[in-house]
């Protein structure tokens, strides 16, 4: 049974960055045909595609985030890292961390349990 | 990259059928059958419901079912039922290799 868990401050000053991993366990971050990638919620809102990243280190981003994101993976901690640059109160959202699988599609099979980020000072 | 379009909200009896539209464009769901969508209750994580505009993941219902045509895909539930009442979410892969989600529709099973 494949887990994600995300980790990280749930809360973050405007200006700063927000840095949250996920730690993936029960399988490879390293198999094929796999992304890994992070999808943020805004309260009362819906999902947003933040990026993906393959174990080649192979990175894809929403265009919208791109100048402020960068996504990493470690694979022989089996995780990969969010880091988002410049925060303000738009940021302000439930992060998921997910697994995309692209066999006969591209497509969320996986998620974490979400992580809150607040946006205060 | 814009957002797919999906009705805010819709409803229908215990029992009955109601479909979910999806449209896109050109760079997304009328180039790729790579139509995700998911369910969504409230404090949960999403759902995998279809994948490959048609396709079950084990587990779920044979009554959802999904299609597609030009660059409008849909869900389909049948014989709906009062669990089935949440939130639901369309997805897209893109031209430009990343992901696109629909703005959400909610369901209210009457």
């Known amino acids: 049974q494949l887990y994600l868990q995300e980790s990280g401050p749930g809360l973050v000053k405007p200006s700063e960055t927000l840095s949250l991993t996920c730690t993936v366990s029960?399988?490879?971050?390293?198999?094929?045909?796999?992304?890994w990638g992070w999808i943020r919620q805004p309260p009362g809102k819906g999902l947003e595609y933040i990026g993906s990243?393959?174990?080649?280190?192979?990175?894809y981003y929403n265009p919208s985030l791109k100048s402020r994101v960068t996504i990493s993976v470690d694979t022989s901690k089996n995780q990969f890292s969010l880091k988002l640059r410049s925060v303000t109160a738009a940021d302000a959202a439930v992060y998921y961390c997910a697994r995309l699988n692209f066999w006969s599609g591209y497509y969320v099979d996986s998620w974490g349990q979400g992580t809150l980020l607040t946006v205060s000072s | 990259q814009s957002a797919l379009t999906q009705p805010a909200s819709v409803s229908g009896s215990p029992g009955q059928s109601i479909t979910i539209s999806c449209t896109g464009t050109s760079s997304d769901i009328g180039v790729y059958n790579y139509v995700s969508w998911y369910q969504q209750h409230p404090g949960k994580a999403p759902k995998l419901m279809i994948f490959g505009v048609s396709n079950r993941p084990s587990g779920v219902s044979n009554r959802f079912s999904g299609s597609k045509s030009g660059n409008t895909a849909s869900l389909t539930i049948s014989g709906l039922q009062t669990e089935d009442e949440a939130d639901y979410y369309c997805s897209s892969y893109t031209t430009t290799t990343t992901l696109v989600f629909g703005g959400g529709t909610k369901l209210t099973v009457l």
């Open positions: 990243i393959y174990y080649s280190g192979d990175a």
């Open positions: 029960g399988g490879s971050i390293s198999s094929g045909s796999l992304y």
